[in-house]
Nanobody, 130 residues
Framework: QVELVESGGGLVQPGGSLRLSCAAS????????IGWFRQAPGKEREGVTC????????YYADSVKGRFTISRDNAKNTIYLQMNSLKPEDTAVYYC???????????????????????WGQGTQVTVSS
């Protein structure tokens, strides 16, 4: 059974940084598009960033552009989310998700069709507060 496990969350002060990891087991991430999503209390789940499986295309939500970076290390079968200049509004549970499907645009994967993604991690809490 496919498994995704997030780690790296925690409490950080505004302006600080965190790096989240999403480790895959029982399947190879090379052939999967991956996304990071977040959900704050009382809010809908938001697509933060997605990366394609093969050609390196990325999508970032406007709210995180220039501050967050998604990357993949296929040798370690792990996806990373580097988060810099964190703001209190970044506080949420962060989830990674994977799909073997091809999306014409990553906006479709991250925003329009995120409910169709088959594999999800359990989430890691990120709290930005002084």
């Amino acid at each position: 059974q496919v498994e995704l496990v997030e780690s790296g969350g925690g409490l950080v002060q505004p302006g600080g940084s965190l790096r989240l990891s999403c480790a895959a087991s029982r399947f190879t991430l090379d052939y999967y598009a991956i996304g990071w999503f977040r959900q704050a209390p009382g809010k809908e789940r938001e697509g933060v960033t997605c990366i394609s499986s093969s050609d390196g295309r990325t999508y970032y939500a406007d709210s995180v552009k220039g501050r967050f970076t998604i990357s993949r290390d296929n040798a370690k079968n792990t996806i990373y989310l580097q988060m810099n200049s964190l703001k209190p509004e970044d506080t949420a549970v962060y989830y990674c998700a994977a799909t073997p499907s091809y999306f014409t645009t990553l906006h479709a994967m991250c925003v329009d069709d995120q409910s169709t993604l088959p594999y999800w991690g359990q989430g890691t809490q990120v709290t930005v507060s002084s």
